[in-house]
């Protein structure tokens, strides 16, 4: 029988649900009565008495730490933790002065990489003692075949996307109560992705796609065109890279 893995009523945290995906899964869980706490610099633009803002700058590892420290206490019946906060910039290494992109390389690494695993890294034990729970870790189908505009950011997804797979291993190790999940989504329609011209995802449509995965506790949820791409990793990993090397130069 297919796993489920019920999502309603859930307390959650909800990184980078400010905006775009985060905003609409915000949406959804709250539908599901679910009690979401949303950490990101600015508050989201809904208001819902479930809805909680903390304001966290994940890049600052000090703040970070400050908001897990109090987030058990606050929320003893926490039970699932999406890491879904992320930024995404150019590096043209043949233009850019070195110290931009070092600039921008550091902020993709933290708040990317560096926050979820930190994230992952506290939250990992307590919810692994529950009976039922969930760690979503949103990488992008990018994570599989890198593009040539973005290579620190495509790193950084690389990267989460491994550390993903070694802590499903460590959590299948511990019985499989705790439930891990990377989402891999295609471009979607949201302040991230202004600057693409077309061929983008409706943000609302991707949230459903990512709300049904939850529900069928599936491993690697992957999201409109990223489900070919997986197909195409499965035939050829080198003609998928050559795909988007392609699609991207
Ligand atoms: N859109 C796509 O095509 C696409 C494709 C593949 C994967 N993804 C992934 O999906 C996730 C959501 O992206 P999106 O498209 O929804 O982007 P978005 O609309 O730009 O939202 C990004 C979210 O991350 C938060 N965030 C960014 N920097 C932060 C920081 N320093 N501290 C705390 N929160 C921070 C933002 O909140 P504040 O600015 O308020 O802090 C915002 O809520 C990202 O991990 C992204 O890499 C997106």
Same mark, same amino acid.
């Given at each position: 029988?297919? *796993?489920? +893995? $019920?999502?309603? /009523? %859930?307390?959650?945290?909800?990184?980078?649900?400010?905006?775009?995906? #985060?905003? @609409?899964? =915000?949406?959804?869980?709250?539908?599901?009565?679910?009690?979401?706490?949303?950490?990101?610099?600015?508050?989201?633009?809904?208001?819902?008495?479930?809805?909680?803002?903390?304001?966290?700058?994940?890049?600052?590892?000090?703040?970070?730490?400050?908001?897990?420290?109090?987030?058990?206490?606050?929320?003893?019946?926490?039970?699932?933790?999406?890491?879904?906060?992320?930024?995404?910039?150019?590096?043209?290494?043949?233009?850019?002065?070195?110290?931009?992109?070092?600039?921008?390389?550091?902020?993709?690494?933290?708040?990317?990489?560096?926050?979820?695993?930190?994230?992952?890294? *506290?939250? +990992? $034990?307590?919810? /692994? %003692?529950?009976?039922?729970?969930?760690?979503?870790?949103?990488?992008? #189908?990018? @994570?599989? =075949?890198?593009?040539?505009?973005?290579?620190?950011?495509?790193?950084?997804?690389?990267?989460?996307?491994?550390?993903?797979?070694?802590?499903?291993?460590?959590?299948?190790?511990?019985?499989?109560?705790?439930?891990?999940?990377?989402?891999?989504?295609?471009?979607?329609?949201?302040?991230?992705?202004?600057?693409?011209?077309?061929?983008?995802?409706?943000?609302?449509?991707?949230?459903?796609?990512?709300?049904?995965?939850?529900?069928?506790?599936?491993?690697?949820?992957?999201?409109?065109?990223?489900?070919?791409?997986?197909?195409?990793?499965?035939?050829?990993?080198?003609?998928? *890279?050559?795909?988007?090397?392609?699609?991207?130069?």
């Amino acid at each position: 029988m297919a *796993r489920r +893995f $019920a999502l309603s /009523g %859930r307390t959650i945290l909800l990184t980078g649900g400010s905006s775009g995906v #985060g905003a @609409a899964l =915000a949406e959804r869980l709250l539908a599901l009565d679910c009690k979401v706490e949303v950490w990101s610099r600015r508050p989201p633009e809904r208001i819902h008495p479930s809805l909680i803002h903390k304001p966290v700058d994940l890049a600052d590892m000090s703040a970070l730490d400050g908001a897990l420290d109090g987030l058990l206490a606050r929320h003893p019946d926490l039970s699932v933790v999406i890491n879904n906060a992320g930024i995404s910039e150019r590096g043209d290494l043949a233009r850019s002065d070195p110290a931009t992109l070092d600039a921008r390389a550091e902020a993709q690494i933290a708040v990317n990489l560096r926050a979820p695993i930190r994230i992952c890294q *506290r939250l +990992f $034990a307590p919810l /692994g %003692r529950l009976d039922s729970a969930m760690i979503v870790n949103n990488t992008s #189908g990018l @994570a599989v =075949a890198p593009t040539v505009p973005h290579p620190v950011y495509c790193a950084t997804k690389a990267g989460l996307r491994s550390f993903t797979q070694s802590m499903r291993y460590q959590a299948e190790k511990a019985g499989g109560r705790l439930a891990i999940t990377e989402i891999l989504l295609p471009v979607v329609e949201t302040p991230m992705t202004a600057s693409v011209p077309r061929g983008r995802m409706p943000v609302d449509k991707a949230a459903d796609r990512i709300i049904r995965g939850l529900a069928r506790a599936e491993a690697e949820i992957w999201v409109g065109q990223t489900a070919l791409l997986r197909r195409l990793v499965g035939l050829s990993p080198a003609l998928a *890279r050559q795909l988007l090397k392609v699609a991207t130069g």
